[in-house]
């Protein structure tokens, strides 16, 4: 069953869909994108359907990302590292980076569309006046702009994690092109054979005994 994604939330309103990846990894960082989407875009499209990027396959998702890019009114991907994340913390660091992502819109938004439950008043152009947002959860199976811009920070996240495995050959004990730094069996049981990384985050669960 093909589920109907909406292409608004606020008719005639020009909205930001927002999303994150990797927030739950054991390692590398978090990844954000923003993406306004045109409305008049059909998202049931079946050729072009967009939906929540974990539903999608790899080939999938690289396609909907040029897609994407291609289509998009604005949109802006971004990151912050695991030295930022154990820094601030993950709910921070995740906020700061959805915010982010936000700044490097060129398009002026009047809603933001969030995936999940959780967000801070975000304020555009040195206004004292938030700009207002809806969080929607599960919404990157509901909102197109939140499923692209899930797709987006998914195949973003992705690629950095198979370019730095390839650049550094020891990393592959880890198993990160099979898991993307979450927490796999195999991620674990690396961790306590080898101990951590530098690209590990140091706050997360069992890399705080190996510091």
Known sequence: MVIKMKAFHNEGEIEAGVDEVARGCLAGPVYTAAVIWPNEIDPSDTNTI??????????????LRDYIKEYALDYCVESYPNDVIDQKNILNATMDCMHKSLNGLKIDMDHILVDGNNFINYFRNASNIPVPY??????????????????????????????????????????????????????????????????????????????
Do not use: P, Q
């Open 134 to 211: 809806t969080c929607v959860v599960k919404g990157d199976d509901k909102y197109v702009s939140i499923a692209a811009a899930s797709i987006l920070a998914k195949t973003e996240h992705d690629l950095y994690i198979e370019k730095l495995v390839e650049e550094n050959s020891e990393l592959e004990k880890y198993d990160w092109l099979n898991n993307m730094c979450y927490g796999t069996k195999n991620h674990i049981e690396a961790i306590k054979k080898y101990g951590i990384t530098k690209y590990h985050r140091k706050t997360f669960g069992l890399c705080r005994e190996f510091i």
């Open 50 to 63: 967009l939906r929540d990027s974990k539903k999608l396959s790899k080939r999938r998702r690289l396609i």
